[in-house]
């Protein structure tokens, strides 16, 4: 699997980015103001990210997804670790992420990945989204907040 950043002129694979956004209003503004990195293997994108910078010396890892058929691999992994080493040459200092109270998976990679709880943004989804979000049987209600030093 290699994993390259796509220039702006490219057309961003949309089918992925929508399972980590359903809000195509959201992902066109990212992609916009963010720089986009696709895994290929097999001449085909197999997972995506976007990095985003929010502030001076912060970089937000946003839109991470993995193609549904190549999940349960360690790609999602593979991308945040990829993701962390982009950030570092870029000269970031942190990393925030956030992910919905309902991401039980994301959640855990994110923690295995060094990433620390900051903070919960109470009625994120159900402001910010008109379609009620359920994963793993739960509600999406709450963006949960995650934060990773850079500084070595």
């Given amino acids: 699997m290699k994993i390259y950043k796509i220039d702006k002129g490219n057309q961003p694979p949309m089918e992925l980015l929508l399972l980590a956004d359903p809000n195509k ?3 066109d503004w990212y992609i916009d ?3 986009c990195y696709v895994a ?3 001449e085909q ?3 995506v990210y976007v990095l985003l910078s929010t502030r001076p010396g912060t970089v937000e890892l946003i839109n991470i997804a993995v193609a549904e058929k190549e999940q349960g691999r360690g790609i999602g992994r593979q991308l945040v ?3 962390i080493r982009c950030a570092v040459e870029q000269g970031y200092e942190t990393m925030e992420i956030g992910t919905g109270n309902s991401s039980i998976g994301q959640l855990a990679l994110y923690q295995k990945c060094g990433f620390r709880i900051t ?3 109470r ?3 159900q402001e910010k989204y ?3 979000i359920i994963e793993n049987g739960i509600v999406c209600r709450d963006m949960i907040r995650l934060s990773i030093s850079l500084a070595r």
Avoid: C, L, Q, W
Wanted: aromatic residues 12%; proline residues 0%; charged residues 30%.
């Fill in 25 to 27: 209003d959201y992902v």
């Fill in 33 to 35: 103001r963010g720089s």
């Fill in 40 to 42: 290929i293997e097999n």
């Fill in 45 to 47: 994108i197999i997972g």
């Fill in 81 to 83: 670790e990829h993701a």
């Fill in 119 to 121: 903070g919960v943004d």
């Fill in 123 to 125: 009625g994120y989804f």
């Fill in 130 to 132: 008109e379609a009620e």
